[in-house]
């Protein structure tokens, strides 16, 4: 596996959007992908996807996508992950808790595994700024029948808390 580091190219950009496809699929909240290749100068070489997902599990995540589909950004390096979030998260333009919109930043060349991890990552950190915990998050994922997702998140939680969300989700104890 190529480091994430690494600069991105077209190649590299489908190859990402491939696996977070695959990720995606195999979720049993997931009904249908649509993606998109990079739409502008501000993806910064990424590529657009939109999740249509079972609205019970829209609602009880507390997010609120376009015609039911969740928007997902996918990018081929952690450099070109950190600039994109940088960028909008200073203008609330994704993360806007308040509306209940949240897009998925992913990094498309890591393995799958941690790719699920994330995924479930974002969710818990989103439900958290709602006053609920990551055991209600979890919980809601198992109630959809996603115990992958939550075991995968449970193996790879210490990286994503020194890679990604820091003081936003709670250390298990």
Not at 149 to 173: C, Q, T
Request: with cysteine.
């Amino acid at each position: 596996m190529r480091t994430p580091n690494d600069v991105d190219s077209d190649a590299r950009g489908k190859e990402s959007c491939d696996t977070v496809s695959r990720v995606f699929k195999n979720r049993p909240w997931v009904i249908d992908l649509r993606e998109t290749v990079q739409n502008d100068s501000e993806d910064e070489d990424g590529y657009d996807m939109f999740v249509h997902v079972n609205s019970s599990f829209q609602k009880a995540v507390r997010m609120r996508g376009r015609w039911k589909e969740l928007p997902v950004q996918i990018k081929s390096s952690y450099r070109r992950i950190k600039s994109f979030v940088r960028k909008y998260s200073k203008q609330a333009r994704f993360f806007n808790v308040t509306e209940k919109r949240h897009q998925f930043v992913l990094c498309g060349m890591y393995e799958e595994d941690l790719i699920l991890a994330d995924i479930v990552g974002q969710i818990v950190a989103h439900m958290i700024g709602y006053g609920m915990t990551e055991r209600d998050a979890l919980n809601c994922l198992n109630s959809f029948g996603d115990k992958l997702a939550v075991d995968a998140y449970r193996r790879n939680k210490e990286k994503l808390l020194n890679f990604w969300y820091g003081s936003h989700l709670i250390p298990s104890k």
